[in-house]
């Protein structure tokens, strides 16, 4: 983990740039000119380009959630471009000033600009979308389009990907549906997962993807991860991740069955 000490203050640049002066799109400073900002005493973990990172600095970031909670990574800059002739976008993220303020008081401070390409439904790696509740969530993204304008919100189409843990939550369907589990079978495996012996599972944890489909943005997205079958037999070996999937200083996850998500309606009061 890295650790956070007195360094320049809050809100200080440590590229030369002037901080604040940067207009993306990705949230406004909550911060009145002249005010303190606050973060929360965290540590961080010592990967920029790993899941903990993001959910890390989200913490650190917003001590008085929500205020913040979308203020934590400008848009990332996104180019499209062509591979085995379908769409691809190259993704450089950015942090916003309300997060290079917080990175400031770590020494040596992180560097959290990452680069990495976006493949439709790709065989090696998955992709950390930002969220505003949580801090992130891992998504597959399935398809690729260009904005409609000014408008991006229609940019990819994704699953959300999530832990056993988190699924269950999810999911109120008892019964499987097709290949998507239930969640008794979604019980059933959390249990045979936490017994499984394999030595090169233990201490991970594995992640399922929903079967409801998405719009998004994807300037939102602002990491990848790499993934592996959970049902292998063996560890991937070192040459599994060739390029340009060879991102090895992001994240492995394990990759179980689908799940059945439940989406809640939710009544409103006229």
């Not at 890295?2 to 799109?25: H, L, Q």
């Not at 600095?57 to 180019?79: E, G, H, Q, R």
């Not at 936490?194 to 233990?202: A, L, P, V, Y």
Request: aromatic share 12%.
């Amino acid at each position: 983990m890295i650790n956070s000490n007195e360094g320049p203050a809050a809100g200080a640049s440590t590229d030369g740039e002037r901080v604040g002066c940067e207009d993306d799109g990705g949230g406004d400073s909550e911060d009145s000119e002249g005010s303190e900002v606050l973060y929360a005493d965290h540590d961080l973990d010592e990967n920029p380009h790993s899941i903990a990172f993001v959910y890390d600095t989200f913490n650190a970031c917003t001590p008085d959630w929500p205020k913040n909670s979308d203020n934590i990574w400008l848009f990332s800059k996104v180019v499209f471009k062509a591979f085995d002739g379908e769409k691809a976008a190259e993704v450089t993220r950015k942090p916003s000033p309300h997060l290079k303020g917080l990175l400031a008081t770590f020494d040596p401070a992180p560097n959290a600009v990452m680069k990495f390409t976006v493949y439709q439904r790709c065989r090696f790696l998955k992709y950390i979308l930002r969220d505003s509740y949580s801090g992130c969530v891992v998504v597959t993204v399935e398809a690729l389009y260009d904005p409609n304008g000014d408008d991006w919100s229609k940019t990819m189409r994704i699953r959300r990907v999530m832990s056993t843990e988190h699924a269950l939550k999810e999911c109120c369907s008892p019964k499987d549906e097709g290949i998507n589990l239930g969640k008794l079978s979604l019980q059933k495996f959390q249990k045979h997962f936490q017994q499984d012996q394999r030595q090169w599972i233990k201490s991970k944890e594995v992640y399922h993807e929903s079967d409801v489909v998405e719009e998004a943005d994807i300037r939102n997205l602002v990491g990848v991860v790499r993934f592996y079958c959970y049902r292998a037999s063996d560890a991937p070996d070192e040459n599994f991740f060739k390029p340009p999937f060879d991102y090895h200083s992001a994240d492995l996850i394990y990759i179980g069955d689908p799940f059945r998500q439940t989406i809640r309606k939710v009544k409103r009061n006229k």
